[in-house]
């Protein structure tokens, strides 16, 4: 935590405030979109994630869903392929396994999704002057770097899916991060 001077409780019950409203804008988009798109919060999840780090075997998928068994991934792959946003294929690298692509279908489901989360983002930032979004920026980039944004998945291991270990986290949120300066 802080080394120093103590929080003052007035900012911290503020800024838990600004993360449950946050929470709850998300949470609101996040129900506008599984109805538009007829696809459950684990299927975007899907969509989103291909569409980020690109074709995936299944396990890898698995261990990036924390709490979600093979059992229930199948059946959430098997509902995307339906609707053909994902094709399944033999894992070159290893045939008792398959890799899940997204199609151009599902593709643009995952952008759409993106850009509901681009639209709020744009709202927040027309709320605010050159500097303050710069400041924002700023103050975001080292709450991230602080609070890690790493993958953290106790089923998988690290060589298997690239996420560290929780040591390696303990350790990582244990370093302090000198601030830059924003002018």
Do not use: W
């Amino acid at each position: 935590m802080t080394v120093g001077k103590p929080l003052d409780p007035e900012q911290v019950a503020d800024v838990r405030d600004f993360i449950m409203f946050l929470g709850e804008k998300f949470k609101n988009s996040t129900e506008d979109f599984e109805d538009f798109s007829k696809c459950s919060i684990q299927e975007i999840t899907v969509l989103k994630m291909l569409a980020q780090r690109g074709p995936l075997v299944v396990k890898n998928i698995a261990c990036r869903l924390n709490g979600v068994s093979l059992s229930s991934l199948t059946r959430v792959l098997d509902r995307l392929e339906e609707s053909e946003y994902i094709t399944r294929s033999l894992n070159r690298d290893d045939r008792r396994s398959f890799r899940i692509s997204l199609t151009e279908k599902g593709n643009k489901m995952a952008e759409a999704y993106q850009h509901k989360f681009e639209l709020m983002a744009l709202g927040i930032l027309d709320a605010l002057t050159t500097a303050e979004r710069l400041i924002l920026v700023e103050l975001y980039s080292k709450v991230r770097i602080r609070l890690g944004d790493t993958d953290i998945s106790l089923t998988c291991s690290p060589d298997t899916n690239g996420t560290a270990s929780i040591s390696e986290l303990e350790m990582a949120n244990r370093t302090e991060i000198p601030a830059r300066n924003v002018r």
